[in-house]
């Protein structure tokens, strides 16, 4: 039996004034995050540690500079017809420069409050609520069939909401 490959990315949630830089994507025709708000990240190229790909990714994706981030978790994504990808969470909060047209999508300030209301995936819920509640790193595992979450455990054990 051929093993898959997995994938190593980063995602980063840029705080400022009570909001996260949302970005929407809306601009590539095969994706598998197509209309759906995430965070800006990407994948790692060879020999990256995950702070020189965090910082590449958000420059690319945002024409900003972060000043000050915190690694805040470890997410494995399983999903049926998609290699297992492990991300790299990260908050940041500090910056410097001006955003840029991004070519995946639309970048947009949203109060957090009103995160919730986008079209998000369901894990992506629940490690907003992560975020919001702990300040301790964790790892959480998803497991998708389609856009549908099967499983959820967070730091080993199975997630109760």
């Known amino acids: 039996m051929e093993r898959k490959k997995s994938s ?8 400022q004034d009570d909001k996260y830089l949302m970005l929407h994507r809306i ?33 690319e994706e945002t024409g900003l500079t972060l ?17 297992t ?6 908050t940041a909060d500090s910056f410097e420069g001006e955003l840029i047209d991004c070519e995946e999508g639309e970048l947009v300030w949203i109060p957090k409050e009103e995160v919730f209301q986008l079209q998000l995936w369901e894990g992506d819920k629940i490690f907003f609520q992560l975020l919001e509640e702990r300040k301790d790193f964790f790892s959480m595992k998803l497991v998708y069939e389609g856009d549908t979450l099967k499983e959820c455990q967070v730091d080993g054990k199975a997630w109760k909401r």
């Open 67 to 83: 000043l000050s981030w915190k690694f805040r978790g470890l997410i494995t994504f399983v999903c049926d017809g998609w290699n």
């Open 85 to 90: 990808e492990y991300m790299c969470l990260y």
């Open 8 to 15: 190593l990315t980063t995602l980063c949630y840029i705080e």
């Open 27 to 59: 601009k590539k025709e095969v994706d598998v995050n197509k209309d759906k708000w995430i965070g800006v990240g990407g994948h790692f190229e060879q020999d990256e540690s995950p702070e020189e790909c965090l910082l590449r990714e958000v420059k």
